[in-house]
């Protein structure tokens, strides 16, 4: 699918939406429409040949191909270096695999490519919602701030929003949690299970 068709199929979605709002009442979020369809044009690819990355085969894309900020540096993974040091931090700090908190900023923000806000006001590479980063952000990286903005802070506030609501037992509720859908969280368990 082209991100032509794509950007049509969320335009019609979208228009279907506004003339009966219910049809989509297990989609929280506009954002995780757009995040559906940008996994669809991922793993579809663009028309050259190139998959995207992680792909619905389990293969990644060249070094550098649809890197999620087109940033060089990016790994086989579409994850930024630094973002990948900042996953990997996070993680030895709490309960959670530092591929879980990579699978989250990929769904919510292409790690840092798309920081809001979304339509329920999330915001940041990790996409909190203001009220919730007023009880958990962090200072991740002792600036004396917590910057939602900030990948060194949202990650780490991530994990440990993760951590309190579970994490540790029970993945799946504590992802539920972070965002109230079951296709959120089954999103985010696939995304995290290519990266092993």
């Not at 979605?13 to 506004?18: F, I, S, T």
Request: proline residues 6%; aromatic residues 6%.
């Amino acid at each position: 699918m082209s991100r032509v068709a794509a950007a049509a199929a969320v335009a019609g979605a979208l228009g279907v939406a506004c003339i009966n709002p219910g049809v989509f009442r297990d989609v929280p979020m506009l954002g995780e429409l757009v995040t559906a369809v940008a996994a669809v044009t991922d793993t579809s690819g663009d028309g050259s040949g190139g998959g995207g990355k992680p792909g619905a085969d389990g293969k990644h894309a060249p070094e550098g191909k649809d890197a999620p900020d087109g940033a060089a540096g990016s790994d086989r993974d579409g994850i930024p270096a630094a973002y990948r040091a900042l996953y990997k931090r996070a993680a030895a700090d709490s309960c959670v695999d530092w591929q879980v908190l990579a699978a989250i900023g990929y769904v919510e923000s292409r790690h840092g490519a798309n920081t809001g806000p979304s339509s329920a006001g999330a915001l940041g590479p990790m996409q909190f919602i203001p009220d919730t980063w007023r009880d958990y952000g962090r200072d991740g990286n002792g600036d004396g701030r917590k910057d939602v903005h900030d990948p060194a802070d949202a990650i780490p506030a991530a994990a440990g929003y993760l951590c309190a609501h579970g994490a540790a037992t029970n993945l799946r509720g504590a992802l539920w949690h972070y965002n109230h859908s079951t296709r959120y969280v089954d999103h985010v368990l696939v995304v995290a299970d290519r990266l092993r």
